[in-house]
């Protein structure tokens, strides 16, 4: 009897170190909804205690049903029948009647539509256990921001129509955006939406790389308007009926539990999502920026199911006659996993807090009586919107390429046995490669975050960061911090003033500044934590060491770690950005050549 | 049509986590040592009972005996989808051993009229698999035991697949019928997100009164009519509601006497190698043999 949220220390430190009451208070919009509906809680202790046990049940089902279905999935994958439908494996499908029984595929939608009225910052949390058990699956779990799209954007009628199914689990979605020649390049979208006589909407074309293409209700982008680019592109909805058909499943690398499909509409009916013209430019990057959040969650789920293994193996598999985790290459490969993951975690979860922040403002705006209510959250809004807009990103950007690293080293743990099928560790490595991919590459999550590291976004946020308060104990590394901010902001301003193809080119090296920082800070503050929480120490057969120590001391060590190993590489990157080096605009021809004959 | 099942449940410790701490100096089970559980295979016939429910309708009520830290077994039925729950608690039934237990869970039984009884085959605390069978007798039901399967129902018949652990059996028997089910008859599903946000508040009386006792201003019969008004009140009943005769119930209805606990500690304390002969081999067997060790 496993449980993939409670055997997790760090999960567990984060759900009571992190401000919980005013996310619950922003989401339950004060708790109004209270004796209205059944489950809507009445104040922020209940609420918390919901999201506490809906995430144990999630993560007994992770551990004891999910996980062990893993491995079946991967080999069978999903099947294209001649008819155009898509017979999931298995393991899928008990897997996704499993969720809908536990009632947990309304996580975000609004108690009113039969939803749990969940925060993102949980449905994070969540997606995190259930990739951990099957990455794959989480492309259907994790596509609940379909059902939150139709619910931000579409007619009262629609959301009647669709939103208690998918609250239900009855129905599961799919974003139909990619087409052939319309991949990172959205505004590139050629599918037609046109209207019949009777001013019904009907949609003709293709579609490529469509994850759950096979889903029952399909939110497609289209051409509705004669002219080219974004601003022609409206929102549609459907139902996946006789004129939509999967005409191919891709033979994909890794997430093989994830069918993705060609589809091909065929005068397909369907309903406009909200207004013509703001498909691409409003809705599809809300429900982009949503989708990025449950591929950095995706992400931490793989990569704490492979460290785990490589982590077992270290301990337990001896050569030179002793176990090889007493070998300083591989000790620090292990606590360079361990301080990955908790880094990515700790961005992650302080992004869906202010994706939460920003739900609650909004619907403050919308709902509140007087004026200066009002007004003062637009006030708010406005910084915390720019925030999000940075965080998303760098959080995608930041956990796929860890989940990378990480499944990569945790194969190098298990050496030869890693790179055989026995080990699960090859899988969550396949898995793991899509994730810096789709929903955004990491280069344009770089291009969409430079933009707040250069533009005044993330130094105002450094600044708040170092106004919190901190502990005696690691007020040295707040002072280093603060002294890697003014790198950044002198990085910044040098990369501006070269222009912008110098700022995208250097993107990398500012972002990653940017993302030490915020995690140095966000690490200092786990280190002063009011949680008090004792956390098991790895037993080396040394009686003088103690079994267990405060996760605070715990979190001083890592940020200590972190922060001053992270200065010399501040240092390095600042260095990179500020040399001034163009050489790869101007002798990109002489260095690559010609392009090569490929037979 | 629709059936009635009551499956009774137990909260125990969690035997799988023994640890040093287990047992007191009086060979009793610590219980603060261990967690306390629901009962693996009552989560089975747990499932099973919900199984039913969902095919045919119904009923799915959850009764357990104990005192009223036990209503977390009851809450946790309630969140897979019970749709009544009851605590038989008196002190009388205190030192009750299976025979007490089996007499008094049958009064309560008998109280509901239900068309089918569902126990787990053993509960990890004593390993006796002796109160689903004795229920059954004071019911004067047919009992169908080792269930695994439900193979058909219809009215008035249920058939059964029985794993006797070298072979299957398909029993019919008539109803109301007491089943007990193997831990092979399915996956307990998980709590209900709903359920357990709406059902987390019940109580039973005894509780309400409890926290009156630390809050002056709960007001126990209000909370307790409000409880019951949203359906979240646990039934709990003592054995003057049941109407027990007490010469069955607790010590005195209870034959079993504990002679001696003995702490049993297995360590590897020697190696003796064996050569293996004919004749060496039957040495040690007979050696084995003298010292209880098999036979």
Known sequence: MGNFYTDNDDIQFLFRHLNLEKVAGLQEENFKHAGQFDIAPANADEAITNYDMVLDSIGRLSADFIDPRSEGIDREGNTLNEDGTVTYAKGIAESMEALAKADVMGFTLPHRFGGLNFPCLIYSMAIEIVSRADASLMNIFGLQGIAETINFFADEEIKQHYLPDFADGKVTGAMVLTEPDAGSDLQACNLRAFQDDDGNWLLHGVKRFITNGCGEVLLVLSRSEERTGGLGLSLFVCDRGPTVTVRRLEDKLGIHGSPTCELFFDNTPCQLIGERQRGLVTYVMSLMNGARIGIAGQSMGLAEATYRIARDYAASREQFGVPIEKLPAVRDMVIDMKTRIEAGRTLLYETGWIVDHEIGLNKIIDNAEDKDTKKAAKKELKFIKRLGGMMTPMSKYFCSEMSNTVSYDAIQVLGGSGYMRDYACERYARDARITTIYEGTSQLQVVAAVRGVCGGTCEKYLVQLAAREYADSVQDLVALLKEGTETLLECAKFAKGQGIDYMDLYGRQLVDIAIALIDGYLFCGQASSKVDMEVAVADNGDAEVPKTIPMTQRKEILARRYVTRNATLIKKLSEEILSGDKTTFKDYEALIGPVPEIA | ?295
């Open chain 2, 1 to 295: 049509m629709g059936y009635n099942c009551v499956v009774l449940v137990k909260q125990v410790p969690d035997t799988k986590r023994v640890t040093g701490q287990a047992m007191n100096d009086d060979g009793t089970v610590n219980r603060a040592a261990l967690p306390a559980i629901f009962n693996p295979e009552d989560l089975n016939s747990l499932e099973l009972a919900l199984d039913i429910k969902d095919q045919f309708g119904g009923t799915v009520t959850v009764m357990t005996m104990g005192l009223p830290t036990a209503t977390d077994v009851l809450r946790a039925g309630m969140y897979r989808g019970a749709d009544q729950a009851i605590l038989v608690t008196d002190r009388r039934c205190a030192a009750s051993d299976t025979l007490a237990t089996s007499y008094i869970l049958s009064c309560g039984v008998k109280k509901l009229n239900p068309d089918i009884v569902l126990c787990g085959r053993q509960a990890i605390d004593g390993d006796t698999a002796q109160v689903g069978p004795q229920l059954a007798e004071k019911l004067s039901m047919p009992q169908i035991t080792y269930a695994e399967n439900l193979v058909s129902l219809d009215g008035e018949t249920i058939v059964i697949k029985r794993n006797l652990g070298n072979g299957w059996q398909e029993v019919k028997g008539q109803l109301p019928v007491l089943l007990t089910v193997l831990d092979t008859a399915n996956e307990p599903r998980v709590p209900r997100a709903k359920q357990m946000m709406k059902c987390k508040a019940a109580r039973c009386r005894m509780e309400v009164e409890k926290a009156a006792k630390e809050d002056d201003s709960i007001d126990v019969d209000a909370v307790c009519s409000d409880l019951e008004a949203k359906g979240l009140l646990i039934r709990q009943w003592d054995l003057d509601f049941l109407g027990a005769d007490m010469q069955w119930c607790g010590r005195d209805g209870s034959p079993t006497k504990v002679h001696r606990i003995q702490s049993v500690v297995l360590a590897a304390k020697e190696s003796k190698e064996v050569e293996p002969t004919q004749d060496a081999v039957e040495t040690m067997v007979h050696e084995l043999i003298e010292d209880h060790t098999i036979g």
